[in-house]
């Protein structure tokens, strides 16, 4: 069985500087996709950033990147530039191609201090 | 990206009677939708998948009866909550896996149902 671990449970960061949230994962598969959600105050999950894990190449959607490391099971998001929408729940996901069921980590409650 | 509408955003109702929460894909089919269940500050916990035209599989410790789900359509899926009561207060959360294809690896999900049962 697959495993997502978030060992941040909080972190905070001040507006305009960068933060980085870590997020590990087990799995004997090779062939899946890892994912960054966003969760406001108001609930509504929000995918922030997928990454094919046959991809080499770092995903980006502007100011969020990550930092995947394949070899190592690590899936880091980094956000630059924060802003104050960006405080949220961020919980990072795995999933088997072909298989759609979604294995989610803790969470890392992100704060913006302005 | 795909939409998933979750309906009634929020209800209240009576220990006792039951409450029925609908998952609806509304520009794709989903032959697979999932109901999670989130309790405040904790990730999502996965409660069951429902499969179009099959019954649904449960996680474990997830009674089946008191939480019922249909998946009539490809395009609907309800969870129904029966005989409701104050532990079962919570935020449910339905999602659905986009359309086949490698670039639609991905879930889309409605915007919750917090449930209160007084």
């Known amino acids: 069985a697959q495993t997502v671990t978030q060992s941040q449970p909080e972190m905070s960061v001040q507006e305009a500087e960068t933060v980085t949230l870590s997020c590990t994962y087990d799995?004997?598969?090779?062939?899946?996709?890892l994912f960054w959600y966003k969760q406001p105050p108001s609930r509504q999950m929000i995918l922030v950033i997928r990454q094919e894990a046959y991809k080499q190449q770092n995903a980006t959607e502007n100011r969020f990147s990550v930092n995947f490391q394949k070899a190592a099971k690590s899936f880091s998001l980094k956000i630059s530039d924060s802003q104050l929408g960006d405080a949220a729940m961020y919980f990072c996901a795995y999933i088997n191609f072909g298989n759609e069921k979604l294995t989610f980590g803790t969470g890392t409650r992100l704060t913006i201090i302005p | 990206g795909a939409v998933v509408s979750q309906h009634p955003s929020r209800v209240i109702c009576k220990s006792g009677t039951s409450v029925k929460i609908e998952c609806r894909s509304l520009d794709f089919q989903a032959t697979t939708m999932f109901w999670y269940r989130q309790f405040p500050k904790q990730s999502l916990m996965l409660m069951a998948t429902?499969?179009?035209?099959?019954?649904?599989?449960?996680e474990q410790g997830v009674e089946k009866d008191k939480f019922l789900i249909n998946h009539a359509s490809l395009t609907l899926s309800t969870l129904t909550v029966t005989s409701a009561h104050p532990e079962d207060s919570s935020f449910y959360i339905c999602?659905?896996?986009?359309?086949?294809?490698?670039?639609?690896?991905?879930?889309?999900f409605g915007q919750g149902t917090r449930l209160t049962v007084v």
């Open positions: 799995t004997s598969e090779s062939d899946y996709y």
């Open positions: 999602s659905a896996s986009g359309p086949a294809g490698r670039e639609n690896t991905e879930a889309f």
């Open positions: 429902s499969n179009e035209g099959s019954k649904a599989t449960y």
